[in-house]
């Protein structure tokens, strides 16, 4: 299984605005882009083996999710502190 939130992070760090909605948008085109290239591989994989790379690309998904509203929850205690 390979882990997908260092691809996911990084992702996310090079969207010019971090918004939800570009977020979001970003997050499907990588489900789209793994489920292609999974269904192309050959010899076939398996329906399990596609259910878990989808599934750890979903956890990766996740914890990119939790790291930026941390990180906005800081930013945003910080903001409050120094005004």
């Known amino acids: 299984m390979t882990d997908y939130h260092p691809l996911i992070a990084r992702a996310v760090e090079g969207l010019q605005k971090s918004t939800g909605e570009a ?13 292609t290239q999974l269904r192309s591989v050959d010899p076939p994989l398996s ?3 596609i259910t878990k790379e989808r599934l750890a690309l979903e956890d990766a998904i996740r914890k990119v999710e939790g790291e930026t509203a941390r990180k906005a929850r800081t930013e945003l205690r910080e903001t409050r502190v120094s005004a």
Do not use: C
Not at 23 to 35: F, H, I, M, N, S
């Open 47 to 49: 329906e399990t083996e």
């Open 23 to 35: 977020r979001r948008a970003l997050y499907e085109r990588a489900r789209t882009a793994l489920v």
